[in-house]
């Protein structure tokens, strides 16, 4: 069971035992945690602690008999585990705002409904589905975060980052600052050397205005996102992504373009980690994905064509780009370019490590247009097959990733031509309306 599966479990046990005197250590058996692991994770998936909601739940009961004329104020204090009757009235006031005989008296309304976690919290999916993948399901949007970030990069990065987290976590009593914190790791596939080093990085949550101080710490922001979650151990972590893949091949979804999570245990992953036994450490594998859209991408043919360009390069790529733009949209609106007919592609030099920035932008041009400048040139851009996937600025970067998650997982052969953008523009004027990805293929 993921986390929280666990702890409905829980929940549900202790509806099931609201009358008697509750043992949190079997409720926290019950969800197959320590005590002080159930504390903080009910905490963080629940919203209150353990006590206040079986406090809430009963003080939710007794509102319902007391609306019913069913028992006198000591009778309900009795019946829901309060020690005297002055006991349970300041804690029915605290709860509804009235002492219970003016809340009886004004025939007044109080609810806490019972949690339903998995109802709050994940998406419902295909039974068929469900039931052969039942370890896997989807959590809804979960919440942006932030959280103190801790990167390592050798043989051994997962143990030296948690070592190096661990600390600064200790030195700076993070615990009594967050006390529902969680943990989180991931690779870090660009640092992955031939000599078989590579980048690992943790993280703890944090309050969004915490100060985060110390050497090799650093805050970043998750902005959270769709996710399907599966429970397994750092000893099963290959074998649970190759089950993820499968599950996404029969799904509704495909691969997000948000981070990947491994939200790890914190009594066996964080504060008792022990990489000798990888197969004790518990943790939740979290896949990103969106729901899949079956117009969401296109094969597109793009024929040699006539073009007019321009192409600068610098140390500074924000100013080398804007030089670009300005230069081409005054060109084309100079020269009476209808921007309805004439196709915008811009392409720079991407992810890749350069020793100058470059960004080249080129308009298609009309049958038996001629022109003379000395700074934009014609040429016959080659064009080529490319998948393309329509989206807007902000999540430009995002989209990019996205279709190269899709290429991957899709097992699609990439072409050897150059990748571009078609930006869309009204009057060669911005705020752009689209931008289509041209990814190229074989």
Same mark, same amino acid.
């Given at each position: 069971?993921?986390?929280?599966?666990?702890?409905?479990?829980?929940?549900?046990?202790?509806?099931?035992?609201?009358?008697?005197? /509750?043992?949190?250590?079997?409720?926290?058996?019950? *969800?197959?945690?320590?005590?002080?692991?159930?504390?903080?994770?009910?905490?963080?998936?629940? @919203?209150?602690?353990?006590?206040?909601?079986?406090?809430?739940?009963? /003080?939710?009961?007794?509102?319902?008999?007391?609306?019913?004329?069913?028992?006198?104020?000591?009778?309900?204090?009795?019946?829901?585990?309060?020690?005297?009757?002055?006991?349970?009235?300041?804690?029915?006031?605290?709860?509804?705002?009235?002492?219970?005989?003016?809340?009886? &008296?004004?025939?007044?309304?109080?609810?806490?409904?019972?949690?339903?976690?998995?109802?709050?919290?994940? %998406?419902?999916?295909?039974?068929?589905?469900?039931?052969?993948?039942?370890?896997? &399901?989807?959590?809804?949007?979960?919440?942006?975060?932030?959280? *103190?970030?801790?990167?390592?990069?050798?043989?051994?990065?997962?143990?030296?980052?948690?070592?190096?987290?661990?600390?600064?976590?200790?030195?700076?009593?993070? *615990?009594?600052?967050?006390?529902?914190?969680?943990?989180?790791?991931?690779?870090?596939?660009?640092?992955?050397?031939?000599? @078989?080093?590579?980048?690992?990085?943790?993280?703890?949550?944090?309050?969004?205005?915490?100060?985060?101080?110390?050497?090799?710490?650093?805050?970043?922001?998750?902005?959270?996102?769709?996710?399907?979650?599966?429970?397994?151990?750092?000893?099963?972590?290959?074998?649970?992504?190759?089950?993820?893949?499968?599950?996404?091949?029969?799904?509704?979804?495909?691969?997000?373009?948000?981070?990947?999570?491994?939200?790890?245990?914190?009594?066996?992953?964080?504060?008792?980690?022990?990489?000798?036994?990888?197969?004790?450490?518990? !943790?939740?594998?979290?896949?990103?994905?969106?729901?899949?859209?079956?117009?969401?991408?296109? %094969?597109?043919?793009?024929?040699?064509?006539?073009?007019?360009?321009?192409?600068?390069? @610098?140390?500074?790529?924000?100013? /080398?780009?804007? &030089?670009?733009?300005?230069?081409?949209?005054?060109?084309?609106?100079?020269?009476?370019?209808?921007?309805?007919?004439?196709?915008?592609?811009?392409?720079?030099?991407?992810?890749?490590?350069?020793?100058?920035?470059?960004?080249? !932008?080129?308009?298609?041009?009309?049958?038996?247009? *001629?022109? %003379?400048?000395?700074?934009?040139?014609?040429? /016959?851009?080659?064009?080529?097959?490319?998948?393309?996937?329509?989206?807007?600025?902000?999540?430009?970067?995002?989209?990019?990733?996205?279709?190269?998650?899709?290429?991957?997982?899709?097992?699609?052969?990439?072409?050897?031509?150059?990748?571009?953008?078609?930006?869309?523009?009204?009057?060669?004027?911005?705020?752009?309306?689209?931008?289509?990805?041209?990814?190229?293929?074989?």
């Amino acid at each position: 069971m993921n986390y929280y599966e666990c702890i409905q479990t829980s929940v549900d046990y202790i509806e099931n035992h609201i009358y008697e005197e /509750i043992d949190l250590n079997q409720a926290a058996d019950s *969800a197959y945690m320590s005590l002080s692991n159930y504390y903080r994770l009910f905490f963080a998936i629940v @919203g209150c602690s353990v006590k206040e909601y079986i406090r809430l739940r009963r /003080i939710h009961l007794a509102a319902q008999d007391l609306n019913c004329d069913k028992d006198t104020i000591l009778t309900l204090a009795v019946k829901y585990g309060f020690n005297s009757a002055d006991s349970f009235s300041r804690a029915f006031k605290k709860a509804t705002g009235f002492l219970p005989s003016t809340f009886k &008296k004004q025939n007044r309304r109080y609810l806490f409904e019972k949690v339903e976690i998995m109802d709050k919290y994940f %998406e419902t999916d295909d039974l068929a589905l469900l039931q052969q993948y039942p370890d896997i &399901k989807v959590l809804r949007e979960n919440e942006p975060f932030f959280a *103190a970030a801790f990167r390592a990069e050798s043989k051994s990065p997962e143990h030296d980052a948690f070592i190096g987290l661990k600390k600064w976590f200790d030195q700076n009593h993070v *615990a009594e600052i967050m006390p529902n914190y969680r943990v989180y790791g991931y690779d870090i596939p660009t640092t992955v050397k031939e000599d @078989g080093t590579y980048g690992y990085e943790v993280v703890v949550t944090i309050p969004d205005d915490y100060d985060v101080v110390g050497e090799g710490i650093t805050k970043k922001h998750f902005e959270g996102g769709l996710y399907a979650v599966t429970p397994t151990t750092v000893g099963g972590i290959v074998g649970a992504w190759k089950r993820f893949m499968s599950w996404l091949d029969l799904s509704r979804y495909e691969m997000g373009s948000h981070q990947c999570l491994e939200e790890h245990d914190v009594d066996s992953g964080f504060i008792n980690r022990d990489m000798n036994h990888p197969e004790n450490i518990k !943790i939740n594998l979290y896949m990103p994905v969106t729901k899949r859209r079956e117009t969401q991408y296109h %094969e597109r043919q793009v024929t040699p064509t006539r073009v007019a360009y321009y192409r600068a390069s @610098g140390k500074d790529s924000e100013q /080398i780009a804007h &030089k670009v733009w300005s230069t081409m949209l005054s060109w084309a609106q100079k020269n009476n370019l209808d921007s309805d007919q004439c196709k915008i592609y811009m392409f720079n030099h991407g992810f890749q490590r350069v020793e100058e920035f470059w960004h080249e !932008i080129m308009i298609t041009l009309p049958k038996n247009f *001629a022109f %003379e400048d000395k700074l934009v040139q014609e040429k /016959i851009f080659d064009g080529g097959k490319y998948l393309t996937y329509s989206t807007k600025l902000n999540s430009l970067v995002a989209n990019w990733q996205k279709i190269s998650q899709y290429i991957s997982a899709n097992k699609i052969a990439s072409g050897n031509h150059h990748w571009v953008e078609e930006w869309i523009l009204e009057n060669w004027q911005f705020p752009e309306k689209e931008i289509v990805i041209h990814y190229p293929l074989k």
